[in-house]
Protein backbone atom coordinates (compact mmCIF):
# COMPACT_ATOMS: atom_id res chain seq x y z
CA UNK A 1 0.00 0.00 0.00
CA UNK A 2 1.13 3.39 -1.11
CA UNK A 3 2.54 5.58 1.91
CA UNK A 4 0.26 8.68 2.99
CA UNK A 5 0.67 12.21 4.10
CA UNK A 6 -1.08 15.12 5.55
CA UNK A 7 -0.24 18.78 4.82
CA UNK A 8 -1.55 21.56 6.55
CA UNK A 9 -1.08 25.50 5.44
CA UNK A 10 -0.83 29.12 7.21
CA UNK A 11 -0.48 31.96 5.69
CA UNK A 12 -0.60 33.17 2.16
CA UNK A 13 -1.83 32.61 -1.54
CA UNK A 14 2.87 32.45 -1.37
CA UNK A 15 2.29 29.41 0.90
CA UNK A 16 -0.42 28.14 -0.62
CA UNK A 17 1.31 27.57 -3.70
CA UNK A 18 4.31 26.56 -2.09
CA UNK A 19 1.49 23.69 -0.82
CA UNK A 20 0.91 22.62 -4.11
CA UNK A 21 4.67 22.06 -5.14
CA UNK A 22 5.07 19.59 -1.91
CA UNK A 23 1.68 17.73 -2.36
CA UNK A 24 2.59 17.02 -6.24
CA UNK A 25 6.65 16.56 -5.29
CA UNK A 26 4.62 13.69 -2.91
CA UNK A 27 2.32 12.50 -5.24
CA UNK A 28 5.35 12.03 -7.74
CA UNK A 29 6.98 9.94 -5.13
CA UNK A 30 3.97 7.65 -5.34
CA UNK A 31 2.89 9.31 -1.57
CA UNK A 32 -1.52 9.43 -1.24
CA UNK A 33 -2.52 12.63 0.42
CA UNK A 34 -5.43 11.67 3.29
CA UNK A 35 -7.65 13.94 4.91
CA UNK A 36 -6.94 13.41 8.45
CA UNK A 37 -3.33 13.34 10.35
CA UNK A 38 -4.23 9.65 12.35
CA UNK A 39 -3.82 8.19 8.61
CA UNK A 40 -0.94 9.99 7.62
CA UNK A 41 2.60 8.31 7.59
CA UNK A 42 3.97 11.71 6.79
CA UNK A 43 2.96 14.90 8.95
CA UNK A 44 3.25 18.21 7.35
CA UNK A 45 2.96 22.13 8.35
CA UNK A 46 3.73 24.76 5.61
CA UNK A 47 3.82 27.53 8.18
CA UNK A 48 3.75 31.84 7.96
CA UNK A 49 5.58 33.77 10.72
CA UNK A 50 4.45 36.77 9.55
CA UNK A 51 1.92 37.61 12.45
CA UNK A 52 2.29 36.09 16.25
CA UNK A 53 -1.45 34.60 15.83
CA UNK A 54 -0.39 32.25 13.10
CA UNK A 55 2.64 30.98 15.26
CA UNK A 56 -0.48 29.96 18.04
CA UNK A 57 -2.55 28.47 15.88
CA UNK A 58 0.35 26.36 14.67
CA UNK A 59 1.83 25.26 17.96
CA UNK A 60 -1.75 23.69 18.91
CA UNK A 61 -1.32 21.68 15.36
CA UNK A 62 2.15 20.51 16.32
CA UNK A 63 0.63 19.22 19.86
CA UNK A 64 -1.23 16.57 17.82
CA UNK A 65 1.54 15.57 15.43
CA UNK A 66 3.87 15.05 18.84
CA UNK A 67 1.15 12.76 20.26
CA UNK A 68 0.86 10.97 16.93
CA UNK A 69 4.58 10.68 16.53
CA UNK A 70 4.92 9.26 20.25
CA UNK A 71 2.52 6.24 19.02
CA UNK A 72 4.03 5.58 16.11
CA UNK A 73 7.59 6.62 16.20
CA UNK A 74 7.63 5.73 12.49
CA UNK A 75 5.65 8.88 11.56
CA UNK A 76 7.43 11.75 9.96
CA UNK A 77 6.57 15.22 11.01
CA UNK A 78 7.79 17.83 8.63
CA UNK A 79 8.23 21.66 9.15
CA UNK A 80 8.34 23.48 5.51
CA UNK A 81 7.99 27.68 5.32
CA UNK A 82 8.55 31.04 6.60
CA UNK A 83 7.96 30.37 10.71
CA UNK A 84 10.55 26.96 10.11
CA UNK A 85 13.07 29.13 8.34
CA UNK A 86 12.57 31.88 11.31
CA UNK A 87 13.45 29.29 14.12
CA UNK A 88 16.26 27.66 11.71
CA UNK A 89 17.95 24.64 14.13
CA UNK A 90 15.83 25.77 16.98
CA UNK A 91 13.09 24.21 15.64
CA UNK A 92 14.78 20.59 16.80
CA UNK A 93 15.17 21.85 20.16
CA UNK A 94 11.89 22.94 21.09
CA UNK A 95 10.56 20.51 18.86
CA UNK A 96 12.60 17.65 19.17
CA UNK A 97 9.59 15.04 17.73
CA UNK A 98 9.96 17.24 14.10
CA UNK A 99 12.16 15.12 11.91
CA UNK A 100 12.58 17.21 8.90
CA UNK A 101 12.41 20.99 8.91
CA UNK A 102 12.93 23.45 5.72
CA UNK A 103 12.75 26.75 4.83
CA UNK A 104 10.78 28.23 1.88
CA UNK A 105 12.96 27.68 -1.37
CA UNK A 106 13.83 24.25 0.21
CA UNK A 107 10.74 22.32 -1.11
CA UNK A 108 13.16 19.56 -3.08
CA UNK A 109 15.00 18.51 0.29
CA UNK A 110 11.63 17.42 1.40
CA UNK A 111 11.85 14.88 -1.20
CA UNK A 112 15.65 14.46 -0.91
CA UNK A 113 14.54 13.61 2.97
CA UNK A 114 11.95 11.14 2.26
CA UNK A 115 14.24 9.47 -0.33
CA UNK A 116 17.41 9.13 2.27
CA UNK A 117 18.06 6.04 3.80
CA UNK A 118 18.49 8.18 7.14
CA UNK A 119 15.31 8.30 8.07
CA UNK A 120 15.38 8.59 11.69
CA UNK A 121 18.18 11.33 12.07
CA UNK A 122 16.97 15.08 12.61
CA UNK A 123 17.51 17.10 9.17
CA UNK A 124 17.05 20.55 8.68
CA UNK A 125 18.21 22.92 5.21
CA UNK A 126 17.84 26.77 5.67
CA UNK A 127 19.86 28.33 2.98
CA UNK A 128 18.74 29.77 0.30
CA UNK A 129 18.05 28.88 -3.09
CA UNK A 130 16.50 29.83 -6.53
CA UNK A 131 12.91 29.61 -6.86
CA UNK A 132 12.31 25.65 -7.12
CA UNK A 133 9.49 26.47 -10.29
CA UNK A 134 9.86 23.17 -12.36
CA UNK A 135 8.61 21.45 -9.62
CA UNK A 136 5.45 19.40 -10.26
CA UNK A 137 1.80 20.61 -9.12
CA UNK A 138 -0.78 19.67 -7.58
CA UNK A 139 -3.43 22.33 -8.68
CA UNK A 140 -6.70 22.58 -6.71
CA UNK A 141 -8.50 23.40 -9.40
CA UNK A 142 -7.58 23.00 -13.16
CA UNK A 143 -8.41 25.67 -14.61
CA UNK A 144 -6.88 28.24 -12.04
CA UNK A 145 -3.21 28.36 -11.38
CA UNK A 146 -0.61 30.58 -9.07
CA UNK A 147 2.56 31.00 -11.21
CA UNK A 148 5.52 32.46 -8.78
CA UNK A 149 7.56 35.07 -10.70
CA UNK A 150 10.21 35.94 -7.80
CA UNK A 151 11.09 34.55 -4.46
CA UNK A 152 12.14 36.99 -1.51
CA UNK A 153 12.42 40.91 -1.08
CA UNK A 154 14.99 43.32 -1.02
CA UNK A 155 12.44 45.80 0.45
CA UNK A 156 13.13 46.76 4.13
CA UNK A 157 10.21 46.93 5.85
CA UNK A 158 10.46 47.46 9.46
CA UNK A 159 7.92 45.38 10.98
CA UNK A 160 8.46 42.47 8.02
CA UNK A 161 9.80 38.93 8.74
CA UNK A 162 9.61 38.06 4.71
CA UNK A 163 12.92 39.37 4.06
CA UNK A 164 14.73 37.00 6.84
CA UNK A 165 13.15 34.51 5.76
CA UNK A 166 12.69 34.19 2.12
CA UNK A 167 16.00 36.30 1.10
CA UNK A 168 17.02 38.76 -1.65
CA UNK A 169 14.65 39.15 -4.30
CA UNK A 170 15.46 36.54 -7.33
CA UNK A 171 13.24 36.94 -10.70
CA UNK A 172 12.79 33.90 -12.39
CA UNK A 173 13.87 34.07 -16.20
CA UNK A 174 11.31 35.55 -18.46
CA UNK A 175 11.49 32.40 -20.82
CA UNK A 176 10.53 29.68 -18.10
CA UNK A 177 7.40 31.66 -17.10
CA UNK A 178 5.76 31.81 -20.95
CA UNK A 179 6.77 28.53 -21.20
CA UNK A 180 4.94 27.43 -17.83
CA UNK A 181 2.29 29.79 -18.78
CA UNK A 182 1.69 27.80 -22.30
CA UNK A 183 2.14 24.77 -20.51
CA UNK A 184 -0.70 25.82 -18.12
CA UNK A 185 -2.69 26.54 -21.01
CA UNK A 186 -2.43 23.51 -22.94
CA UNK A 187 -3.61 21.94 -19.74
CA UNK A 188 -6.88 23.63 -19.72
CA UNK A 189 -5.57 26.81 -17.47
CA UNK A 190 -7.71 29.80 -18.17
CA UNK A 191 -6.68 32.39 -15.27
CA UNK A 192 -3.46 32.72 -13.95
CA UNK A 193 -2.25 34.30 -10.94
CA UNK A 194 1.23 36.36 -10.56
CA UNK A 195 2.65 35.70 -7.50
CA UNK A 196 5.29 37.71 -5.50
CA UNK A 197 6.07 39.70 -2.35
CA UNK A 198 7.01 42.51 -4.64
CA UNK A 199 5.76 41.61 -7.92
CA UNK A 200 6.16 44.81 -9.90
CA UNK A 201 9.97 44.52 -8.99
CA UNK A 202 10.58 41.38 -11.61
CA UNK A 203 13.05 41.34 -13.93
CA UNK A 204 15.38 44.12 -12.24
CA UNK A 205 17.96 41.67 -11.45
CA UNK A 206 17.89 40.27 -14.80
CA UNK A 207 20.35 40.99 -17.48
CA UNK A 208 18.96 42.48 -19.85
CA UNK A 209 16.06 43.90 -17.51
CA UNK A 210 12.73 43.23 -18.10
CA UNK A 211 10.33 45.11 -17.02
CA UNK A 212 7.08 43.91 -15.14
CA UNK A 213 4.49 45.39 -17.67
CA UNK A 214 6.40 43.39 -20.28
CA UNK A 215 5.95 40.11 -18.67
CA UNK A 216 2.39 40.76 -18.53
CA UNK A 217 2.04 41.34 -22.13
CA UNK A 218 3.59 38.08 -22.66
CA UNK A 219 1.46 36.34 -20.74
CA UNK A 220 -1.11 37.78 -21.86
CA UNK A 221 -0.31 36.49 -25.75
CA UNK A 222 -0.45 33.00 -24.32
CA UNK A 223 -3.49 31.39 -25.91
CA UNK A 224 -5.82 30.20 -23.92
CA UNK A 225 -4.98 32.19 -21.03
CA UNK A 226 -8.29 34.62 -20.52
CA UNK A 227 -7.24 35.86 -17.05
CA UNK A 228 -4.35 37.90 -16.08
CA UNK A 229 -3.53 38.24 -12.35
CA UNK A 230 -0.51 39.49 -9.97
CA UNK A 231 -0.14 40.13 -5.99
CA UNK A 232 1.01 42.03 -4.43
CA UNK A 233 2.74 44.63 -6.12
CA UNK A 234 4.17 47.31 -4.00
CA UNK A 235 3.12 50.98 -4.47
CA UNK A 236 6.78 52.65 -5.44
CA UNK A 237 7.08 50.16 -8.32
CA UNK A 238 3.72 50.99 -9.57
CA UNK A 239 4.44 52.78 -12.56
CA UNK A 240 2.11 53.73 -15.37
CA UNK A 241 3.30 50.98 -18.21
CA UNK A 242 2.17 48.52 -15.50
CA UNK A 243 -1.26 50.33 -15.05
CA UNK A 244 -1.94 51.18 -18.47
CA UNK A 245 -1.14 47.82 -19.18
CA UNK A 246 -4.61 46.74 -17.31
CA UNK A 247 -6.23 49.06 -19.68
CA UNK A 248 -4.74 47.32 -22.76
CA UNK A 249 -3.92 44.01 -22.45
CA UNK A 250 -7.48 41.91 -22.45
CA UNK A 251 -6.76 39.04 -20.00
CA UNK A 252 -5.49 41.66 -17.74
CA UNK A 253 -8.17 42.12 -14.87
CA UNK A 254 -9.51 45.52 -13.61
CA UNK A 255 -7.98 44.76 -9.83
CA UNK A 256 -5.35 46.16 -8.64
CA UNK A 257 -4.44 45.17 -5.10
CA UNK A 258 -2.21 47.95 -4.12
CA UNK A 259 -1.04 47.57 -0.45
CA UNK A 260 -1.28 51.03 1.76
CA UNK A 261 -0.45 50.01 5.27
CA UNK A 262 -0.60 53.33 6.78
CA UNK A 263 -2.13 56.33 5.52
CA UNK A 264 0.57 58.77 7.48
CA UNK A 265 3.08 59.80 5.80
CA UNK A 266 5.68 60.05 9.31
CA UNK A 267 4.49 56.49 10.32
CA UNK A 268 5.17 55.37 6.35
CA UNK A 269 8.41 56.39 6.62
CA UNK A 270 9.11 54.45 9.95
CA UNK A 271 7.75 51.59 8.30
CA UNK A 272 10.57 52.20 5.32
CA UNK A 273 8.02 51.91 2.80
CA UNK A 274 9.79 54.79 0.37
CA UNK A 275 6.25 56.72 -0.17
CA UNK A 276 4.26 59.17 1.41
CA UNK A 277 0.62 59.62 1.74
CA UNK A 278 0.71 61.74 -1.06
CA UNK A 279 2.36 59.39 -3.48
CA UNK A 280 0.00 56.68 -3.05
CA UNK A 281 -2.73 58.89 -3.85
CA UNK A 282 -1.14 59.99 -6.71
CA UNK A 283 -0.87 55.88 -7.93
CA UNK A 284 -4.43 55.75 -7.14
CA UNK A 285 -5.39 58.52 -9.46
CA UNK A 286 -3.64 57.52 -12.13
CA UNK A 287 -5.22 53.94 -12.22
CA UNK A 288 -8.60 55.99 -11.73
CA UNK A 289 -7.25 57.87 -15.17
CA UNK A 290 -6.42 54.70 -17.00
CA UNK A 291 -9.03 52.12 -14.98
CA UNK A 292 -11.77 54.01 -14.19
CA UNK A 293 -13.65 50.96 -13.21
CA UNK A 294 -10.79 49.15 -11.47
CA UNK A 295 -11.56 47.38 -8.09
CA UNK A 296 -8.57 48.24 -5.53
CA UNK A 297 -8.31 46.54 -2.17
CA UNK A 298 -5.11 46.89 0.04
CA UNK A 299 -3.36 45.83 3.23
CA UNK A 300 -3.78 48.10 5.75
CA UNK A 301 -1.60 47.64 9.07
CA UNK A 302 -3.09 49.39 12.71
CA UNK A 303 -0.95 49.91 16.08
CA UNK A 304 2.10 50.64 14.57
CA UNK A 305 4.96 51.49 17.05
CA UNK A 306 4.46 55.73 17.62
CA UNK A 307 1.12 55.74 15.86
CA UNK A 308 -0.81 58.45 17.28
CA UNK A 309 -4.47 59.35 17.20
CA UNK A 310 -3.86 61.72 14.20
CA UNK A 311 -1.83 59.21 12.05
CA UNK A 312 -5.04 56.57 12.61
CA UNK A 313 -6.88 59.51 11.47
CA UNK A 314 -4.78 60.22 8.44
CA UNK A 315 -5.07 56.55 7.65
CA UNK A 316 -9.06 56.54 7.81
CA UNK A 317 -8.81 59.83 5.44
CA UNK A 318 -7.26 57.63 3.30
CA UNK A 319 -9.58 54.27 3.38
CA UNK A 320 -12.82 57.01 2.77
CA UNK A 321 -10.88 59.40 -0.13
CA UNK A 322 -9.49 56.08 -2.42
CA UNK A 323 -12.74 54.14 -1.57
CA UNK A 324 -11.22 50.45 -1.74
CA UNK A 325 -13.46 47.21 -2.87
CA UNK A 326 -12.17 45.47 -0.01
CA UNK A 327 -8.84 45.84 2.26
CA UNK A 328 -6.76 43.07 4.59
CA UNK A 329 -7.07 44.76 8.05
CA UNK A 330 -3.67 43.66 10.38
CA UNK A 331 -3.14 44.57 13.70
CA UNK A 332 0.65 45.34 14.37
CA UNK A 333 2.15 42.25 15.79
CA UNK A 334 5.78 42.56 16.53
CA UNK A 335 8.52 40.06 14.68
CA UNK A 336 11.46 38.92 16.27
CA UNK A 337 14.19 39.87 14.72
CA UNK A 338 12.49 43.27 12.91
CA UNK A 339 13.39 46.27 13.55
CA UNK A 340 9.88 47.69 14.76
CA UNK A 341 9.66 44.82 17.46
CA UNK A 342 12.25 47.10 19.25
CA UNK A 343 10.66 50.19 18.88
CA UNK A 344 10.09 51.71 22.54
CA UNK A 345 6.79 53.46 21.61
CA UNK A 346 4.61 50.38 21.22
CA UNK A 347 0.75 50.95 21.10
CA UNK A 348 -0.97 49.63 24.01
CA UNK A 349 -3.21 46.66 22.96
CA UNK A 350 -6.88 48.03 24.16
CA UNK A 351 -5.71 51.09 21.72
CA UNK A 352 -5.13 48.90 18.88
CA UNK A 353 -8.37 47.26 18.97
CA UNK A 354 -10.41 50.36 19.08
CA UNK A 355 -8.74 51.07 16.13
CA UNK A 356 -9.47 48.51 14.11
CA UNK A 357 -12.86 48.14 15.29
CA UNK A 358 -13.20 51.95 13.78
CA UNK A 359 -11.09 51.16 10.53
CA UNK A 360 -12.77 47.45 9.70
CA UNK A 361 -16.12 49.36 10.05
CA UNK A 362 -14.98 52.24 7.93
CA UNK A 363 -13.72 49.62 5.21
CA UNK A 364 -16.56 47.36 5.40
CA UNK A 365 -19.16 50.90 5.09
CA UNK A 366 -17.06 51.46 2.12
CA UNK A 367 -16.93 48.03 0.40
CA UNK A 368 -20.45 47.65 1.03
CA UNK A 369 -21.47 51.04 -1.37
CA UNK A 370 -18.67 50.49 -4.36
CA UNK A 371 -20.15 47.25 -4.65
CA UNK A 372 -23.41 48.41 -5.30
CA UNK A 373 -22.60 49.68 -8.64
CA UNK A 374 -22.60 46.26 -9.99
CA UNK A 375 -25.91 45.76 -9.26
CA UNK A 376 -27.94 45.70 -12.65
CA UNK A 377 -24.87 45.00 -14.80
CA UNK A 378 -24.28 41.39 -16.99
CA UNK A 379 -20.66 40.04 -15.39
CA UNK A 380 -18.32 37.76 -16.71
CA UNK A 381 -17.98 35.31 -14.15
CA UNK A 382 -15.79 32.35 -13.87
CA UNK A 383 -17.51 29.43 -12.17
CA UNK A 384 -15.60 28.04 -9.47
CA UNK A 385 -17.59 25.30 -7.83
CA UNK A 386 -20.87 25.23 -5.51
CA UNK A 387 -21.39 28.13 -3.32
CA UNK A 388 -20.67 27.53 0.17
CA UNK A 389 -23.81 29.21 1.64
CA UNK A 390 -26.74 26.93 -0.68
CA UNK A 391 -25.41 24.22 -2.50
CA UNK A 392 -27.99 24.47 -4.98
CA UNK A 393 -25.99 27.99 -6.34
CA UNK A 394 -22.80 28.32 -8.15
CA UNK A 395 -20.16 30.32 -6.81
CA UNK A 396 -17.70 31.83 -9.17
CA UNK A 397 -15.53 35.46 -9.57
CA UNK A 398 -15.82 38.58 -11.51
CA UNK A 399 -12.91 39.99 -13.19
CA UNK A 400 -13.04 42.28 -10.48
CA UNK A 401 -12.71 39.88 -8.22
CA UNK A 402 -15.31 39.44 -6.44
CA UNK A 403 -17.44 36.51 -5.63
CA UNK A 404 -20.92 36.08 -6.60
CA UNK A 405 -23.25 33.42 -5.80
CA UNK A 406 -25.86 32.90 -8.37
CA UNK A 407 -28.30 30.56 -9.77
CA UNK A 408 -27.22 29.02 -13.54
CA UNK A 409 -26.60 25.60 -15.35
CA UNK A 410 -22.47 26.65 -15.72
CA UNK A 411 -20.39 23.84 -15.09
CA UNK A 412 -17.00 24.77 -12.83
CA UNK A 413 -14.07 26.01 -15.35
CA UNK A 414 -16.66 27.98 -17.53
CA UNK A 415 -17.09 31.40 -17.89
CA UNK A 416 -20.78 32.46 -17.30
CA UNK A 417 -22.70 36.00 -17.59
CA UNK A 418 -24.33 36.54 -14.33
CA UNK A 419 -26.65 39.41 -13.81
CA UNK A 420 -26.09 40.98 -10.63
CA UNK A 421 -28.99 41.38 -8.48
CA UNK A 422 -27.56 42.09 -4.94
CA UNK A 423 -24.30 43.51 -3.33
CA UNK A 424 -22.68 43.10 0.29
CA UNK A 425 -19.37 44.00 1.42
CA UNK A 426 -18.06 41.29 0.50
CA UNK A 427 -20.27 38.95 -2.03
CA UNK A 428 -22.51 39.98 -5.63
CA UNK A 429 -25.65 37.38 -5.82
CA UNK A 430 -27.09 37.19 -9.27
CA UNK A 431 -28.63 35.25 -12.02
CA UNK A 432 -26.52 33.69 -14.64
CA UNK A 433 -28.83 35.17 -17.95
CA UNK A 434 -28.95 31.53 -20.11
CA UNK A 435 -29.68 33.87 -23.03
CA UNK A 436 -26.19 35.11 -24.07
CA UNK A 437 -25.42 31.38 -23.07
CA UNK A 438 -27.54 30.26 -26.33
CA UNK A 439 -26.17 32.63 -28.09
N1 LIG B 1 4.90 41.78 0.09
C1 LIG B 1 3.58 42.14 0.29
C2 LIG B 1 3.49 43.62 0.53
O1 LIG B 1 4.48 44.28 0.81
O2 LIG B 1 2.40 44.15 0.45
C3 LIG B 1 2.84 41.31 1.33
C4 LIG B 1 3.58 40.86 2.52
S1 LIG B 1 2.72 40.12 3.85
C5 LIG B 1 2.70 38.43 3.46
C6 LIG B 1 1.04 40.57 3.80
C7 LIG B 1 0.65 41.66 4.75
O3 LIG B 1 0.86 41.29 6.11
C8 LIG B 1 1.43 42.96 4.61
O4 LIG B 1 1.02 43.71 3.51
C9 LIG B 1 1.14 43.64 5.92
O5 LIG B 1 -0.03 44.41 5.86
C10 LIG B 1 0.92 42.47 6.89
N2 LIG B 1 2.02 42.37 7.84
C11 LIG B 1 3.31 42.08 7.58
N3 LIG B 1 4.04 42.10 8.71
C12 LIG B 1 3.19 42.42 9.73
C13 LIG B 1 3.35 42.60 11.13
N4 LIG B 1 4.52 42.48 11.72
N5 LIG B 1 2.25 42.90 11.84
C14 LIG B 1 1.05 43.05 11.24
N6 LIG B 1 0.84 42.89 9.94
C15 LIG B 1 1.89 42.58 9.17
FE1 LIG C 1 7.65 42.50 3.70
FE2 LIG C 1 7.82 44.98 2.75
FE3 LIG C 1 8.87 42.97 1.35
FE4 LIG C 1 6.21 43.19 1.55
S1 LIG C 1 7.60 44.67 0.57
S2 LIG C 1 7.42 41.33 1.84
S3 LIG C 1 5.96 44.01 3.60
S4 LIG C 1 9.56 43.69 3.35
Not at 14 to 38: C, P, T
Not at 158 to 186: F, K, Q
Not at 411 to 423: C, H, K, L, N, T
Amino acid sequence: MSRTYHLTTFGCQMNEHDSERMAGMLDQLGYRRVDSREEADVILFNTCSIRESADNRLIGHLGEAKRLKKENPDRVVGIGGCWSQSLKDEVFERFPFVDVAFGPGQIPKLAEYLLSDSLSAQMGYFDFESVSGSLPMRREREFQAWMQISQGCNCVCSYCIVPSTRGREVSRPTADLVAEAEALAADGVREITLLGQNVNSYGRDLRPRVPFSELLAMIDAVDGIERLRYTSPHPKDMREDVIRAHAELPSLCEHIHLPLQSGSSTILKRMRRTYSQQRYLDRVALIREHVPDCAITTDIIVGFPGETDDDFQQTLDVVEQVRYDSAFTFIFSPRRGTDAAEFQDQVPHPVKRERMERLVDAVQRIATERAQRFVGREMDVLVEGASRTDPDKLRGRTRHNKTVNFSGVAQPGDFARVEIMSATSTTLAGEESLLARLS
